[in-house]
């Protein structure tokens, strides 16, 4: 145990870069590894969570740098599990916003400790006051406010206040006394995997305990395989890479999960299941009996991840994977009667004339959320345009026998006065009726549209219920 212990060395720390879209996490990160990265990425925010090593007094420093979109709170956690150190990133002219409470949750949670960061201090309409106070409602007391989390002003524009968070990362590495074995097997996360047509599965990795070597057979829960390839964050050839440093490999015989745990030999990994949220098998299916069927592309396995999770409340995902849209998806959108969304892919020229053929919908972006609000619009779109009309009964208020009055709300199309309706429940047909008059918000009206609720008068034998559709059919 003891020769064990005298193998330890130090490592670097490998900090995580967290908070709000759009308050300065990457172009913090820019500033310190002299790139552009903000200026080649679509929408101008992170969508896929990178590593980078840098070099500050000597010493190295492993950044992930994590998106903050709303969609990529998965991923967030992911960034977080695999750090030592986080910053928590906070713009001056903004303070605490809903993504710094999911980044100061998933901290808490992970028990990662962190330092602040207080962006774009140069602007005008800076306040770090109000910051400091928006903290202090969120339970984060800072150094100089009766707290003891370390915080630095910083503008990445002028460089101000950069150095001093750098020398604060490596004091806090030095606390922590972060050490490693170099000799033992490799052990790390996956940040990120993707399927590369070229060079086929990748996976980039944070090594946190032993050295990672070309060869090394590897796995996590979900994937093993044996190293072919082994890379540094630079995409440099690499023999064996030390503790904390990022890595990307090819080897895996399939596409492991963003934030999984990797292990190389014999190692252990921890089996312990992640808690899903279950959701009743009646509630799920009526759930999904109002959204459109979907089919899912993305680049990588983390921003399939994130896609599946934006677009879980507006759609019904039937199938998900890795890569361009293919003859494949067509053709099983086809059998499903599904549209096809894909993030940072690109449909092959087969599979568009394909989809175009049969009249399958096709919608791509490099921007997650203009992917939101195509399918919301679309929905829409869907809905007014519906030949007829759809309308869940929600209330019944009179009935007689050959008379109801009922309320509803509009699900497709219209309905109007003097339509034709065919009762349904349960899928099947009890019935028909006709429209005698229409009310919507108190008025009496001769249409009412899509979403809108109203309450009708019927002429049928038909003894509706709650919870019936009633389709015009004429």
């Known amino acids: 145990m003891a020769g064990k212990q005298d193998n330890l060395k130090p490592r670097p720390p490998v900090v995580a870069v967290v908070g709000h879209v759009d308050h300065g996490k990457t172009a913090l990160l820019d500033y310190i590894r002299k790139t552009e990265v903000v200026a080649g990425e679509a929408g101008g925010i992170t969508q896929s969570i990178g590593a980078y090593e840098v070099e500050h007094n000597g010493k190295k420093i492993t950044f992930i740098d994590t998106p903050g979109h709303e969609a990529f709170s998965k991923m967030r956690a992911h960034g977080a599990s695999a750090a030592d150190i986080a910053i928590l990133v906070v713009a001056a002219d903004e303070g605490v916003k809903q993504q710094t409470k999911e980044a100061l949750e998933i901290l808490k949670v992970t028990k990662t400790p962190f330092v602040v960061a207080i962006t774009k201090t140069d602007k005008e309409s800076a306040n770090i006051e109000k910051t400091k106070n928006d903290l202090i409602s969120e339970g984060v007391f800072l150094e100089g406010a009766g707290g003891d989390i370390s915080w630095q002003g910083i503008s990445s524009k002028t460089g101000e206040g950069i150095k001093e968070l750098l020398d604060l ?182 599979a568009a004339h394909l989809a175009e053929i049969h009249g399958i919908e096709i919608f791509t972006s490099k921007v997650i959320y203009e992917l939101l ?100 059919v004429k």
């Open 373 to 472: 609000d195509t399918i919301r619009e679309y929905k829409t779109k869907e809905k007014t345009e519906f030949a007829g009309g759809e309308l869940e009964v929600l209330a019944i208020f009179n009935t007689s026998p050959n008379k109801q009055t009922v309320g509803g709300k509009i699900l497709k199309g219209l309905m109007r006065v003097g339509g034709v309706l065919e009762v349904e429940r349960d899928g099947e047909s009890l019935g028909k009726g006709r429209i005698k008059s229409l009310q919507c918000d108190k008025e009496v009206v001769n249409e009412v549209g899509v979403d809108k609720e109203c309450g009708l008068v019927l002429e049928t034998p038909t003894i509706i219920e709650k919870g019936d559709v009633l389709k015009l």
């Open 169 to 350: 990362l490596l004091l806090m590495g030095e606390v922590a006394g972060l050490t490693s074995n170099p000799n033992q097997n490799a052990r790390g996360f996956v940040i990120e995997s993707q399927m590369d047509p070229r060079r086929g599965m990748i996976a980039h990795l944070v090594l946190k305990e032993g050295s990672l070597k070309k060869g090394d057979e590897i796995k996590t829960l979900s994937a093993s395989g044996k190293i072919k390839i082994l890379e540094d964050f630079l995409g440099k050839s690499a023999k064996e890479l030390e503790p904390s440093a990022p890595a990307s490999i090819v080897g895996f015989d399939d596409l492991p999960e963003s934030g999984d745990e990797f292990v190389t030999g014999d190692g252990e990994l921890d089996a312990t299941p992640v808690r899903e949220e279950i959701i009743p098998e009646d509630l799920e299916k009526k759930i999904q009996g109002e959204k459109p069927k979907a089919v899912l592309k993305a680049d990588t396995n983390g921003s399939l991840e994130a896609l599946r999770d934006l677009l879980k409340q507006e759609v019904s995902i039937v199938e998900s994977s890795v890569g361009d849209i293919v003859d494949k998806d067509t053709q099983f959108a086809k059998s499903t009667n599904a549209i096809i969304i894909g993030f940072q892919v690109k449909a092959k020229k087969s």
